[in-house]
Nanobody, 115 residues
């Protein structure tokens, strides 16, 4: 069973930065993809950023240019550097990993951006 644990959320002013971390209990080399999602009420979970096969990175259109995903294979961790934060970035951010068509989710970490 894969366990994902997020950390690094908090309260920040508009224009500020936060860095989220996700630690996997399994070797992240085993994953087909791994990344970050957020969920607005009344909609599906939205892609923030992810690594896919071949370490290709993808970003959601509203965060491209402001957020950066990275990883440390030796620590089985991925990170999300969030810069130029906006109030509309306020949300719970979830770490997700996919392995053999099975999705695994963390419990989420709250990010709140004040105006």
């Amino acid at each position: 069973q894969v366990q994902l644990v997020e950390s690094g959320g908090g309260l920040v002013q508009s224009g500020g930065s936060l860095r989220l971390s996700c630690t996997s209990s399994s070797n992240i080399f085993n994953f087909d993809s791994m990344g970050w999602y957020r969920h607005y009420a009344g909609s599906q979970r939205e892609l923030v950023a992810e690594f896919t096969t071949g370490d290709k990175d993808n970003y959601g259109p509203t965060v491209k240019g402001r957020f950066t995903i990275s990883k440390d294979n030796s620590k089985n961790m991925i990170y999300l550097q969030m810069d130029s934060l906006k109030p509309e970035d306020t949300n719970i951010y979830y770490c997700r990993a996919v392995m053999q068509s099975q999705s695994y989710w963390g419990q989420g970490t709250q990010v709140t951006v004040s105006s």
